[in-house]
């Protein structure tokens, strides 16, 4: 309720407009920016094709500004793809972890009412066996492209 209280005060009193205010002229003030750097970076750009041209000529300047760029392009792609599959590796072993955690709290807080209840430890150990077997089975039983025997016969 404290949250809520401190919300309506704020933008009771004009605060939470001001911050409002204050994000949108800040963002129109970055967006002009950058504006005005992508017009210099193509005005940069457009300098040295020209420099290029009159050194090189203009078939071989703009040969070599399309074959750069590709590769500039190419380059970035590939470092995302890169990236992207690292984030993701990431990301499912932090998920991974975090629902191995869920599952244990999960475990121990109902470990003290199934300890009640008729069946108690019975209840706890019979799925815990069948799950301790069957990792037992899984780590001891390879497929048949581990076995380096498996192609002769």
Not at 47 to 57: C, D, E, F, L, N
Not at 77 to 105: C, F, N, P, Y
Request: with cysteine; charged share 15%; net charge positive.
């Amino acid at each position: 309720m404290g949250l809520l209280a401190s919300l309506l005060s704020g933008f009771a009193s004009g605060e939470t407009m001001a911050v409002v205010r204050r994000a949108r002229t800040a963002a129109i003030v970055y967006a002009l920016a950058a504006l005005a750097a992508f017009c210099g970076l193509g005005f940069l750009v457009g300098a040295a094709y020209i420099w290029t041209s009159a050194r090189y000529g203009s078939l071989a300047a703009a040969v070599g500004f399309g074959v750069g760029f590709l590769v500039i392009a190419g380059l970035i792609v590939l470092i995302h793809r890169l990236v992207s599959g690292a984030q993701v590796r990431r990301e499912a072993r932090r998920r991974k972890a975090d629902m191995k955690a869920i599952g244990i709290t999960a475990a121990l807080a109902v470990l003290p009412t199934l300890l009640k209840g008729k069946g108690g430890l019975g209840i706890i150990l019979g799925p815990a066996v069948a799950l301790a077997a069957y990792a037992i089975y899984r780590e001891n039983v390879k497929s048949d492209a581990d076995r380096p025997d498996a192609g002769e016969g």
